[in-house]
């Protein structure tokens, strides 16, 4: 978790994927930000920048709040262009079809929430944590699919983007 935070905190504070590359020895994995495509970069960015935003069920923008869905689909649409369907069990259907073995950030992760399928949706960001708008009462946020709540509900992936 903390070299999440770290490195989420070097994309937010606008560091190069060079500077941040510089500080990886060779001989370590690939840093944070190399990880990830330029697509997958811009979707992580705009997620992040509507951690805070709270829930409303049914909401598509972040001045009257987001559901799982219209967080979702607002990310991918002002960070890529990409119009995706409204609900996280259409959103199912869309891309490529990933085991969790081969998760990439960027990419799209299912729960069942609501006793069923695809009830719910998040964008994976790496490291085994998550973005999304959990429930009513709480905001857009980060959490590790870890947890033992998220691990009984985990449904499933989909690759949205192209070369991630």
């Not at 990886?24 to 990880?35: G, I």
């Not at 997620?47 to 799982?68: A, H, P």
């Not at 607002?74 to 996280?88: E, H, Q, Y």
């Amino acid at each position: 978790m903390a070299s999440l935070l770290l490195s989420i905190s070097l994309l937010v504070s606008g560091i190069g994927a060079s500077t941040a590359a510089e500080q990886v020895r060779k001989d370590e994995q690939p840093s944070f930000l190399e990880r990830y495509t330029n697509a997958a970069q811009d979707v992580i960015l705009q997620g992040l920048k509507l951690v805070g935003v709270r829930y409303r069920l049914g909401g598509n923008n972040e001045d009257q709040g987001l559901d799982c869905s219209g967080f979702v689909r607002l990310v991918f649409k002002d960070s890529i262009g990409a119009s995706l369907p409204r609900t996280a069990k259409e959103m199912s259907e869309v891309g490529r079809q990933i085991d969790a073995s081969q998760l990439k950030p960027g990419d799209l992760v299912f729960f069942n929430t609501m006793r069923r399928t695809f009830s719910h949706v998040g964008i994976y960001l790496g490291d085994n944590h998550f973005m999304h708008a959990p429930r009513t009462g709480a905001e857009v946020r980060v959490e590790s699919m870890d947890s033992s709540y998220w691990v009984q509900r985990y449904n499933g992936a989909r690759r949205i983007l192209d070369g991630n």
